[in-house]
């Protein structure tokens, strides 16, 4: 702990000495939250606390500008939800779109192409390498020391792990490299842990009668998220990069050389990893790889291909939070045989019936299965899956344990069709099922607890409100004693305190817990207040498309209900023409915000919540920031998509119909309507090069 009584006076601090210090407190003071949090043993007294703290926001205030991601003042009610601080990352780690056959691969490649415009005869580099099954990390190194490890998180904000990194052996995480180092460095990779030490590590945890993992990927994390690092210490983890955060400078021109520099540095990076150039190519070394998978010594559940130039992966650039410049190629899922004992409906959050299997239960690529999703009624009758049925179930990565197919040889003679419910078996409401969708739903609406119980569970969920402390079980009881019957009501259980703490299983430090989480995330960024809402159709990714197109949740909302009241009103013909939004998007949102009971439920949120803005991107020196741009005719330098994606980074928004709102028409060959309407309107009309002298700002 530092000795309070040597303190350098602040007004003699160099910003070197500033950072130091910075650094060390907020490390120090992070140790000290889960001393006392998570394993209720203090090491210093609440004074003692109260001086670093205060120290840290002192150094803090004389140095804005070294205020760090894992400052204790950014760091309210983190520790106490996670026992990790958080870290927001300084460029967001993405994730990847997936293909699965030859096609996609080829569609992949003919994507690229157009986007970049490049003629058949243009060489397109792919950089192949193994998609290692463990957990992503970025290492950053600040002079060549390394000072942060953050998990992925939800790919912005991620978990401090720097001190149960810095247990890592050398030769997987050099702690300080040397050489040509840029000045700011994020490596960014996976950890893993090797199947022989995976198998030695369960076989040590049987013994000592502890919890066994289900695979080396469950181990690699659970080692990894220690807040006694000793644990950490004693694993045999391990790193492969393969990719960069922020970095000054340049690295390299392509992904190869960049791993190159990596290995030079002192890192891992995979033995496997080639240039391919070629569909030809990729799927040779995708069956290659496939074949030596069994006998490598750690899970791989892919091949990531990558485009090798990275002046192209800038171009490209992303889409939503996958890039367009890389894809994961999957392997096929593992496959298992069971009985299936029952077949039980779900209810929703938006009322949608699901059949479940229940099954004897099986493992199936390391992890125990004792449930499968059978879909919807149609795949029920695809398989003819019956109960007492013998059937082959699948698991391919995270998702939901499938059916495949049904034993037909050992179908019990006595068996009989499974019949679907036509009523809602939580709350009996009468089963509906629209023209063109495949599942029933519960016509209950708000009447039926499954879809109330539901919706509230995802809005207190880890990638919603991820509010810590307040499980299903909460809130189910909550739910039926009448305490919390809207999301509002969540936040108003601050005011039952008492009575909370004085709850069966509860207690005065659960209780306080959860207060201090409710009052850390009433502050919460607009996309997972609108993802944690629940409408149907909005996942993640369309949240933060939505979050980005409206900036706050007031226009969100006033726009909203405009759309729901107003047919034909511009801001829908804006919003389906926003990437991935289309009309399934829109006519959820319109049904939603016509129900008044929904409005007024959100107002009440609203009231409730301190609902953060989306920072807009810097765009004040761009010459069309916050200007409507049309484009239209065949574009000569550019892909309609690079040149939308171009003009939307630097601030304009990108319509499909020209109107009075429309600034700039930009007309290549071959333009119609939309540049004769623009000259009727009198909006301005720009050639493609005209365009490009624009935002190019002469
Ligand atoms: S590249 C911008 N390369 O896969 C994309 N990812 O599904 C950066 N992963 O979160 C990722 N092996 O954890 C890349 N060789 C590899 C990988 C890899 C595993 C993981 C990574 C990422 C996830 C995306």
Redesign the pocket.
Known sequence: MSDTTSLVAIKDLTPFDADDELRALAAEIARHDVAYHQNDAPEITDSEYDALRGRSDAIEAAFPYLVRDDSPSKRVGAVVSGGFGKVTHARP????GNAFSEQDVADFLDSIRRFLRLDETEELAIAA????D???ITLRYENGKFVQAAT?GDGTTGENVTKNVLTFDDTQVPKVIAGDVPAVLEV?G?IFMNKSDFAALNARQEERGAKVFANPRNAAAGSLRQLDTSVTAERSLQL?A??WGEVDGDLAGTHTEALERFKQWGFVT?PLARVCSSVKDIMALYAEIGEARAGLDYDIDGI?Y?VNRLDWQQRLGFVSRA?RW?I?HKFPAEKAQTTLREITVQVGRTGSLTPVANLDPITVGGVVVGRATLHNQDEIERLDAREGDTVIIQRAGDVIPQVVSVVMDKRPTDSTPFEFPKTCPECGSHAVREKGEVAWRCSGGLVCRAQVVETLKHFVSRDAFDIEGLGGKHIEAFHDEGLVKTPADIFRLKDHYDAIAKREGWGKKSADNLMAALIARSTIPLDKFIYALGIRHIGQSTAKLLARHYGSAQVWRDDMIEMSRIIGTEIRQNLVELDTIGDAVADTLAAFFREAHNVEALDDLIAQLTIEDVAVPDTSASPVAGKTVVFTGTLEQMSRSEAKASAESLGAKVAGSVSKKTDYVVAGPGAGSKAKKAEELGVTLLSEAEWLELIAGD
Do not use: H
């Not at 780690?93 to 990847?96: A, C, Y």
């Not at 390498?129 to 290692?132: H, L, Y």
């Open positions: 780690m993405l994730s990847l390498e193994p998609k290692i463990g957990l992503s992925r960014r996976e492969f393969y990719a995979n990531v990558k890039p890389a994961a």
